[in-house]
């Protein structure tokens, strides 16, 4: 790897400075609500998130979502612990949420009740907070704002 291609993972992983304190408390909200999310699936919602895993995936459902729930406890304590890393934090939080976004829909496909979806229209609604949640990761990280750029004055040089 060139010199060139250091530079974007080096400007990714540089500790950022401080947010506005408005972001930092809804970071830190998300990252308690991720958490606890996470510690429910492996105790009391274990099998309403067993509703969300697609057919598709070629693993045991109960693995899945044992591993998705380390995996969101893991993501919730770095949100609310790893500020000087906000920004790396909020971009693997936001592509964690848009991986199992397919969980979503196969609920919705499949008309799976769990956690008070029990219409197709409530599913489907759900549908759409997704998305506003992952923009509210990265806002609240400031992970888009200050994501590393390539062009003039950049602090990322192009390959």
């Given at each position: 790897?060139?010199?060139?291609?250091?530079?974007?993972?080096a400007?990714?992983?540089?500790?950022?400075?401080?947010?506005?304190?408005?972001?930092?408390?809804?970071?830190?909200?998300?990252?308690?609500?991720?958490?606890?999310?996470?510690?429910?699936?492996?105790?009391?919602?274990?099998?309403?998130?067993?509703?969300?895993?697609?057919?598709?995936?070629?693993l045991?459902?109960?693995?899945?979502?044992?591993?998705?729930?380390?995996?969101?406890?893991?993501?919730?304590?770095?949100?609310?612990?790893?500020?000087?890393?906000?920004?790396?934090?909020?971009?693997?939080?936001?592509?964690?949420?848009?991986?199992?976004?397919?969980?979503?829909?196969?609920?919705?496909?499949h008309?799976?009740?769990?956690?008070?979806?029990?219409?197709?229209?409530?599913?489907?609604?759900?549908?759409?907070?997704?998305?506003?949640?992952?923009?509210?990761?990265?806002?609240?990280?400031?992970?888009?704002?200050?994501?590393?750029?390539?062009?003039?004055?950049?602090?990322?040089?192009?390959?």
């Amino acid at each position: 790897m060139t010199s060139n291609g250091r530079a974007l993972p080096a400007a990714l992983t540089r500790p950022a400075d401080p947010t506005a304190r408005g972001r930092t408390l809804v970071r830190i909200a998300l990252g308690a609500a991720l958490a606890f999310a996470g510690a429910s699936h492996l105790t009391v919602a274990r099998r309403e998130f067993r509703a969300q895993v697609p057919e598709i995936v070629p693993l045991d459902a109960d693995l899945v979502v044992l591993a998705s729930g380390i995996a969101e406890i893991t993501l919730g304590a770095a949100l609310m612990l790893l500020a000087r890393r906000r920004v790396p934090v909020g971009w693997a939080v936001a592509l964690f949420l848009v991986a199992v976004f397919p969980g979503n829909i196969a609920q919705w496909l499949h008309a799976r009740d769990a956690f008070g979806l029990d219409t197709d229209a409530k599913r489907f609604m759900r549908l759409f907070f997704q998305p506003v949640l992952v923009a509210v990761v990265l806002w609240s990280t400031g992970a888009w704002r200050d994501r590393p750029r390539r062009g003039p004055g950049s602090t990322c040089a192009p390959d």
